[in-house]
């Protein structure tokens, strides 16, 4: 777990990045006993500015553009990104190794949680 500009987390942040306002508090409602989860609205080029600033575990996207926004950021400063594509029913996480994909099947709070943990964890 990263350190924060106030300590040591205890819970895992996660940053969800979308314009529509009912992605995040899917995210936040599933995991609100086991991540601290704040919505960024894309900002486009400054994306990768205040994903700095905030130095998030995961970012949890919903387009590939916002995706690829985040990209420099998780490179430069290690955290995952998780892209949920309801397009194409595809979850995609990105790591050390590049983008790994699955089918997104009708999932529960419990299965999105082992997906976001093993994200988290650098098991993804």
Same mark, same amino acid.
């Given at each position: 777990?990263?350190?924060?500009?106030?300590?040591? +987390?205890?819970?895992?942040?996660? /940053?969800? *990045?979308? $314009?529509?306002?009912?992605?995040?508090? #899917?995210? !936040?409602? =599933?995991?609100?006993?086991?991540?601290?989860?704040?919505?960024?609205?894309?900002?486009?080029?400054?994306?990768?500015?205040?994903? +700095?600033?905030?130095?998030?575990? /995961?970012? *949890?996207? $919903?387009?590939?553009?916002?995706?690829? #926004?985040? !990209?420099? =950021?998780?490179?430069?400063?290690?955290?995952?990104?998780?892209?949920?594509?309801?397009?194409?029913?595809?979850?995609?996480?990105?790591?050390?190794?590049?983008?790994?994909?699955?089918?997104?099947?009708?999932?529960?709070?419990?299965?999105?949680?082992?997906?976001?943990?093993?994200?988290?964890?650098?098991?993804?």
């Amino acid at each position: 777990m990263r350190v924060g500009v106030r300590g040591r +987390r205890s819970r895992p942040l996660v /940053v969800t *990045i979308s $314009d529509v306002p009912i992605f995040y508090e #899917a995210i !936040a409602r =599933s995991l609100r006993d086991r991540a601290t989860v704040h919505p960024l609205t894309p900002v486009g080029h400054d994306t990768d500015v205040v994903l +700095r600033a905030v130095a998030p575990d /995961v970012v *949890i996207v $919903d387009s590939s553009q916002n995706a690829q #926004a985040a !990209a420099q =950021s998780a490179a430069e400063q290690g955290f995952r990104i998780v892209h949920v594509s309801s397009e194409d029913s595809v979850l995609r996480v990105l790591g050390p190794g590049g983008w790994a994909e699955q089918g997104l099947p009708a999932m529960g709070t419990e299965a999105f949680w082992n997906i976001l943990s093993a994200a988290t964890l650098g098991a993804g």
